[in-house]
T-cell receptor, first 115, second 110 residues
Framework: AQSVTQPDIHITVSEGASLELRCNYSYGATPYLFWYVQSPGQGLQLLLKYFSGDTLVQGIKGFEAEFKRSQSSFNLRKPSVHWSDAAEYFCAVGTRMDSSYKLIFGSGTRLLVRP | EADIYQTPRYLVIGTGKKITLECSQTMGHDKMYWYQQDPGMELHLIHYSYGVNSTEKGDLSSESTVSRIRTEHFPLTLESARPSHTSQYLC?????????FGSGTRLTVV
């Protein structure tokens, strides 16, 4: 069955430090992979997505992610975290559904930023 | 700037009441979805639609129902709300390569 694992429930980093959020997926075919961010009381905003091609994907707000097929991973990185990055981050895999695809989400990682 | 709108943002309602959560999008997307986000923050697909007069149930069983009479509108209805329905409900629409989410409706049934 398809699934997404985000092993870190919470991560705390200092402002200006680098960040890596982990994501592992289980899916038999070539996956569509996504990272979303959710601020408190808000919906989900797409940070970046991978469909094919270059395995290093650039997104908004200075985020990037690298698809590693051998490790079934799609980790999110940012070289220097800002206080405004504090939020909940969700990794998702898009799985085939009829003529479209559906998103299966991980359980999320809450990012806290120390001043 | 949101192209998909959900109302109300917050709703507190008594047990047994009928409620409808509204979702509208201005992007002309055929595909629309409802996700339920539980207190543990996981999101689960409860309904989806591929176009007008198309509705399907998702992975998570839900007592809610949906309709799709117009492309831009995908409301979700609970005929008799119960405390177990307390959750956040997120609506989304998609083209081929990405979902756009609304801001969500946080429902509390007391």
């Amino acid at each position: 069955a398809q699934s997404v694992t985000q092993p870190d429930i919470h991560i705390t980093v200092s402002e200006g430090a680098s960040l890596e959020l982990r994501c592992n997926y289980s899916y038999g075919a070539t996956p569509y992979l996504f990272w979303y961010v959710q601020s408190p009381g808000q919906g989900l905003q797409l940070l970046l997505k991978y469909f094919s091609g270059d395995t290093l994907v650039q997104g908004i707000k200075g985020f990037e992610a690298e698809f590693k097929r051998s490790q079934s991973s799609f980790n999110l990185r940012k070289p220097s975290v800002h206080w405004s990055d504090a939020a909940e981050y969700f990794c998702a895999v898009g799985t085939r559904m009829d003529s479209s695809y559906k998103l299966i989400f991980g359980s999320g990682t809450r990012l806290l930023v120390r001043p | 700037e949101a192209d998909i709108y959900q109302t109300p943002r917050y709703l507190v309602i008594g047990t047994g009441k009928k409620i409808t959560l509204e979702c509208s999008q201005t992007m002309g997307h055929d595909k629309m979805y409802w996700y339920q986000q539980d207190p543990g923050m996981e999101l689960h697909l409860i309904h989806y639609s591929y176009g007008v007069n198309s509705t399907e149930k998702g992975d998570l069983s839900s007592e809610s129902t949906v309709s799709r009479i117009r492309t831009e509108h995908f409301p979700l209805t609970l005929e008799s709300a119960r405390p177990s329905h307390t959750s956040q409900y997120l609506c989304a629409s998609s083209e081929s390569y990405g979902y756009t989410f609304g801001s969500g409706t946080r429902l509390t049934v007391v």
